[in-house]
């Protein structure tokens, strides 16, 4: 590849500023940002800096542009900047990284499959044991404060360590929690419990190793797809855990560790598996971006807390989260209690009204996924795509719930729910993957802030759920109350969130360096 001599023009701005210096050029106008500390000496302000043409990003029209290579019939699959193209469809679900989003679906599925337990199990344990539906409430709860403790601390130990390791050592935690559950329930109250909140530590750290295998593997225009593949397979854990015993789900957990551990590596960088041209097009794709780590942090172990709870697209996200946690263990603990009193099916059916919708749900993550790529990928900003999911994501279900509530029939009821569920779906392209996009390098520990306020929420809703009933004597009450707080988080995301990365590391300038061709 021969090189161009190209005239450069920099300018200096803070990380939230807009540059101070831009001369139009029609037509051969390219950017390049990159992060400097704000320490840099003033002879590093000036000077030739030369870059390739692999990492040049236009601003321009791309089509007028003059060829930088001369490309062979050998690169078929490289673009006219020497860079590969987007893959097709049938490339795109054959490569390496799909089988990492695989894997990951797999691992959330045994996560969300050893959790559901419970919800079915609790009609039996409730009634051998007298229960009133405030402490089968809490009782149900035992999971999320053991998952309040992990996903902070879990998140960490991602950003720091990577994904990798992190979620194998989650998932034969998680497994042998549920291996011991059966045992533990037939020994005594505060062994079931103590299992419960074993299983919820070990599992804090599912979505955050999920987060950062994505990032590290998926180009950002890829991401929503991958995350909608990962938690198709938590949606299906859902119908899983309602069939099979713990027992089963135990063994699926260690026979994954043993793959996961073997086939699956880190960074695409190390993997021995993947085709030149995979490898080629996610390093291009990252190097538009700059948005992420190629290995785990060796320094630094504590985050930035304080700034990371100063920024309002945190809040943002860690309100999204709680809604998306408070309406998800609601369903999860409640329906097939919900089927059974209102509606007086037996506990097999009311299991199997309830597990219908997760199966939808996992289709429509996926479905959601494809959308919100195709959205970025057409020129809607990435903020504006993650706001339209996530809208969806919320204000569908809040209608949905309001039809629930007035269903006479079982088959209705399972239709409202199944479209509530269905519709929550799309929100895992809005606020999920929104945690890569404002914090790369601190998603990690990001999305543990946001499942922490998740877990409170998830708490309030699944014991408040059992306390309202004994109060108000409705159900139906409960689920317009959680409509409405549906509502209310949709507004605060859509006023709060961004698409753009944030800067919460509080240091640094962005060198903004313009490129002419001429």
């Not at 993947?274 to 390093?283: A, G, N, Q, T």
């Not at 794709?285 to 190629?294: A, I, M």
């Not at 999204?320 to 097999?348: K, Q, T």
């Not at 279900?397 to 029939?409: E, F, N």
Request: aromatic share 12%; charged share 10%.
């Amino acid at each position: 590849m021969e090189s161009s001599s190209l005239s450069l023009s920099l300018s200096l701005s803070s990380p939230n500023g807009a540059p101070q210096f831009f001369t139009p050029f029609p037509n051969h106008e390219f950017i390049f940002r990159k992060r400097f500390s704000s320490h840099f000496t003033d002879q590093k302000r000036s000077g030739i800096i030369s870059l390739s043409p692999i990492s040049l990003r236009p601003v321009l029209r791309r089509d007028s542009l003059p060829p930088l290579c001369s490309v062979s019939s050998d690169d078929a699959r490289l673009g006219s900047f020497g860079e590969p193209e987007a893959p097709s469809f049938m490339v795109f679900i054959t490569s390496e990284r799909v089988k990492v989003a695989a894997m990951l679906g797999l691992a959330l599925a045994l996560c969300n499959a050893d959790r559901v337990v419970m919800s079915v199990a609790i009609v039996p344990l409730s009634l051998a044991h007298g229960w009133s539906p405030s402490f089968s409430g809490i009782v149900q709860s035992s999971f999320l404060w053991g998952y309040l403790v992990s996903p902070i601390a879990g998140g960490t130990l991602v950003d720091y360590f990577g994904g990798k390791v992190v979620m194998g050592w989650g998932v034969a935690l998680w497994s042998l929690a549920t291996f011991l559950t059966p045992f533990a329930a037939e020994t005594s109250l505060w062994a079931l419990l103590a299992m419960r909140a074993m299983l919820g530590i070990a599992e804090g750290v599912a979505l955050p190793s999920m987060n950062n295998m994505v990032a590290r593997w998926f180009p950002k225009t890829e991401r929503a797809r991958a995350v909608g593949i990962a938690m198709a397979g938590f949606q299906l854990g859902s119908a899983i855990g309602l069939i099979l015993s713990p027992i089963l789900m135990s063994q699926g957990g260690f026979l994954w560790v043993l793959v996961w551990l073997s086939a699956i590596s880190s960074t695409p960088d190390r993997s021995s598996q993947i085709s030149k041209y995979e490898l080629e097009y996610i390093l291009s794709e990252r190097k538009k971006s700059f948005s992420v780590q190629n290995k785990p942090k060796t320094t630094k172990m504590i985050p930035p807390f304080r700034r990371l709870l100063s920024k309002m697209p945190t809040w943002s996200l860690i309100v999204a989260n709680a809604m998306h946690s408070w309406g998800f263990f609601v369903i999860l603990s409640w329906m097939p209690i919900y089927f059974n009193s209102i509606y007086h099916v037996d506990l097999r059916r009311a299991a199997w009204f309830s597990a219908v919708p997760w199966s939808v749900m996992a289709f429509m993550g996926y479905f959601g996924g494809m959308l919100s790529d195709m959205l970025i990928r057409n020129g809607t900003s990435v903020t504006l795509t993650r706001k339209i999911m996530q809208s969806i994501g919320f204000l569908g279900p809040s209608v949905a719930l309001i039809g629930l509530t007035t269903a006479k029939i079982p088959s209705i009821a399972s239709a409202w729910l199944t479209l509530a569920v269905g519709l929550k779906a799309f929100s895992h392209s809005g606020f999920l993957v929104n945690l890569q996009e404002i914090a790369p390098h601190y998603s990690g520990v990001l999305h543990g802030l946001s499942n922490t306020g998740g877990t409170l929420a998830a708490i309030v809703g699944t014991v408040g759920a059992g306390f309202f009933v004994e109060l108000v004597g409705s159900f139906q009450g409960f689920l317009l109350l959680t409509s409405l707080l549906y509502f209310l988080a949709t507004l605060f995301y859509n006023v709060f969130s961004t698409g753009e990365r944030v800067d919460f590391d509080g240091t640094g300038y962005f060198i903004h360096i313009i490129i002419y061709i001429p």
